[in-house]
């Protein structure tokens, strides 16, 4: 079974490149995207709080660098409102907090 923090990391990607194909017109991720994809796995990887943690937006604990947390932000933006339809069973998870 995979950790909430694998899972976590999977769809973090997902919406990392997903934004960047459709935002920079891409197909393979680029570079300041494939540094943001890094930068949250790592983040999400040392999270204090392992698999009790909360969606990042709620936590009272900021890993990310403002910088960092803007861009992921823009991303969540755009993806999220989108993930109903590209990662269904995730977003409906997301949203009752299921997992």
Do not use: W
Request: proline share 3%; hydrophobic share 35%.
């Amino acid at each position: 079974m995979m950790s909430k923090i694998e899972k976590e990391k999977i769809i973090v990607v997902f919406m990392i490149k997903y934004y960047c194909k459709i935002n920079h017109h891409q197909e393979i991720t680029c570079e300041n995207c494939k540094e943001l994809i890094a930068y949250a796995q790592e983040k999400l990887q040392m999270c204090p709080f392992g698999d009790k943690k909360n969606s990042c937006s709620k936590c009272k604990v900021h890993c990310y660098s403002i910088e960092k947390r803007e861009e992921i932000r823009k991303v969540m933006r755009y993806v999220g409102p989108r993930m109903i339809y590209l990662m269904p069973l995730e977003y409906m998870n997301h949203l009752f907090n299921k997992e």
